[in-house]
């Protein structure tokens, strides 16, 4: 008994045709049974939190009711169930407007959501969610529903809630809730786990990575999992993809949900055929008695400029602009000043573009007017009274508000997580009995080092993959490597002091190493690097996507034989 689990979507406004690409897709043999879309993220709730300030009916997102003026109808006429977070703050608004959809088109779906993340917000939050897990779909799809709609949800609920439905699950089967947590891992963001953002794209055919599909999972009665695509599809499937995804934003052994803790030195990857990677041996533990909630508030208002300078002089020009722009506003200062110069130039360009550097400048503040006209009038009056050849991207405006996340825990029992199914009936959801703390797992033993021998300075990235993001203000790179011989030297040679010495905009910060011999990875963890979140852009690369990418690059030295 196999429950084929597709998604089309990794965030709010990923490919809009996807939806139909899954729902057609596979043909009679291969069609899937649940279609899930993952619309929410950090960055998201604030967006649908600041919506909801002007409309208070809004907060959903609308991307999804467009794409099912179409995918409604597929559904219905295949049997496929769909399951989505794009209720976001308003999963009941969303159900609503599903239902009115539905008449519209002269069809019977019934429309379930899912709700109670949503908590009495604090310290001046604009939204504050609970990430439920997957029981409340689970008891929707019990009902009969067609379409399950919730709030905050973790991502990997949008699969663990089908399965459960699906395979009669109790609660405590922990190694096969396990086992749909690391599969819902694996699709949660779409072609992520089939050539998308994939560190090693250059081995395969430029043609087949242009337009990834999307990914779908095999589900086994025993937890295990086959993640594949529908044929014909662009991308690839292959033990690389997975362990990329696997790896982004996670951290240690542990990786704890409210329904189940899987423990990811489990996880055992098999290449099954073309396109076709198993997920077996995952083993799970009793999920830990707490939720997470994120915190989506305003934290104040921004602003920048970007100085072009070209040819020569670089530096000079730097700190020429720079000290007249601090004078100017030396009387109303904004509580935060930023500068940083970026060196695109080179010498001797062919062009006016590659012989410019860029020096870029944010400000934040509280109060709207540190950041607006004092700014914009400190910029734009320099224009004939600065360093030669003075112009900038474009002129500053007036400033706009940014966003901060964060996160806190609550004991689950506190959370009213319910499902209201189809017929409006309201069924509140039991909180799990068995839970059990998080705690670090021991290291566990390394690989025997490779023996001494001749090495060549290169960037890691020649032997190495890595895939990163953000949760709050960290971030998390992790790296792995393809053959026992690469693992035996990348488990002893890259430590957190030699991770510093690659990555100097580290210097300072608490980093955590987490070793994962299964997956022969490393996964390394850089707290506050993204100051208060993506929402605030306190970084150049505000999710961290590329910092891992940046860690590959740089040289180090690398065992002959590996090369």
């Not at 977070?85 to 899912?114: E, M, Y």
């Not at 490597?481 to 693992?487: A, D, F, I, L, N």
């Not at 190493?513 to 690097?529: D, K, M, Q, S, Y």
Request: charged letters at 25%.
């Amino acid at each position: 008994m196999v429950l084929r689990i597709g998604n089309a979507s990794g965030f709010y406004g990923d490919r809009f045709d996807a939806v139909r690409e899954m729902l057609t897709g596979g043909g009679p043999e291969g069609a899937i049974d649940v279609l899930t879309g993952d619309y929410l993220a950090e960055l998201t709730m604030l967006i649908l939190g600041r919506d909801q300030l002007k409309d208070p009916a809004s907060g959903y997102a609308k991307t999804f009711l467009r794409q099912m003026e179409e995918g409604l109808g597929l559904a219905h006429d295949r049997g496929i169930r769909i399951v989505t977070n794009a209720g976001g703050l308003n999963p009941a608004g969303l159900a609503d407007a599903l239902r009115v959809l539905a008449a519209k088109l002269g069809l019977p779906t019934r429309v379930a959501h899912v709700e109670g993340d949503r908590l009495p917000a604090v310290d001046g939050a604009l939204a504050a969610n609970a990430y439920l897990g997957g029981a409340g779909i689970a008891a929707c799809l019990a009902a009969g529903a067609d379409v399950v709609v919730t709030g905050r949800v973790t991502d990997a609920a949008l699969v663990t809630g089908p399965a459960q439905w699906h395979f009669g699950w109790g609660p405590e089967e922990y190694d096969r809730l396990a086992g749909a947590v690391v599969a819902g891992h694996v699709l949660e963001c779409g072609t992520q786990a089939t050539g998308g953002n994939y560190a090693f794209f250059r081995e395969h055919d430029p043609a087949l990575l242009r337009r990834p599909g999307f990914p779908l999972a095999e589900l086994h009665e025993d937890g295990s999992a086959v993640i594949t695509k529908h044929p014909g599809t662009g991308g690839l499937v292959d033990v690389g993809t997975v362990t990329a995804q696997l790896l982004y934003e996670t951290a240690g052994a542990r990786y704890a949900g409210p329904d189940v803790t899987a423990r990811l030195d489990s996880v055992r990857l098999t290449r099954e055929g073309p396109d076709r990677v198993r997920i077996d041996g995952v083993r799970g533990e009793a999920p830990p008695p707490t939720l997470k909630v994120g915190l989506s508030r305003l934290g104040g208002f921004r602003n920048e400029v970007v100085f072009v300078l070209t040819g020569l002089d670089i530096e000079e020009k730097a700190a020429l602009v720079r000290g007249q722009i601090e004078d100017a506003l030396a009387e109303s200062r904004p509580r935060e000043v930023r500068w940083e110069l970026v060196r695109t130039d080179r010498p001797d360009a062919g062009t006016e573009e590659t012989a410019s550097a860029l020096l870029r400048l944010v400000v934040r503040d509280p109060a709207p007017e540190a950041v607006g006209r004092a700014l914009t009038g400190a910029a734009i009056e320099l224009a004939l009274a600065s360093y030669p050849g003075f112009h900038v991207t474009a002129p500053p405006g007036k400033g706009a508000p940014y966003g901060v996340f964060e996160s806190v825990s609550v004991p689950a029992a506190d959370v009213p997580h319910t499902a209201v199914l189809p017929d409006g009936t309201r069924v509140p959801v039991p909180v799990p009995q068995g839970t059990r703390e998080l705690e670090p797992v021991p290291e566990p033993d390394l690989p025997e080092p490779l023996p001494p021998g001749p090495t060549r300075r290169v960037p890691l990235g020649r032997i190495a993959g890595a895939r990163s993001g953000d949760k709050g203000g960290d971030a998390n790179v992790g790296v792995w490597v393809r053959t026992e011989e690469e693992w035996r030297w990348l488990a002893h040679a890259l430590t957190v002091d030699r991770v510093r010495e690659l990555l100097p905009e580290t210097a300072g910060l608490e980093i955590t190493r987490h070793v994962l011999p299964g997956l022969r990875a490393l996964n390394f963890t850089f707290a506050g690097i993204l100051g208060e979140g993506v929402a605030s852009q306190a970084r150049f690369d505000p999710q961290a996507k590329a910092l891992g990418e940046w860690l590959r690059s740089r040289a180090t030295d690398i065992p002959e034989g590996l090369l």
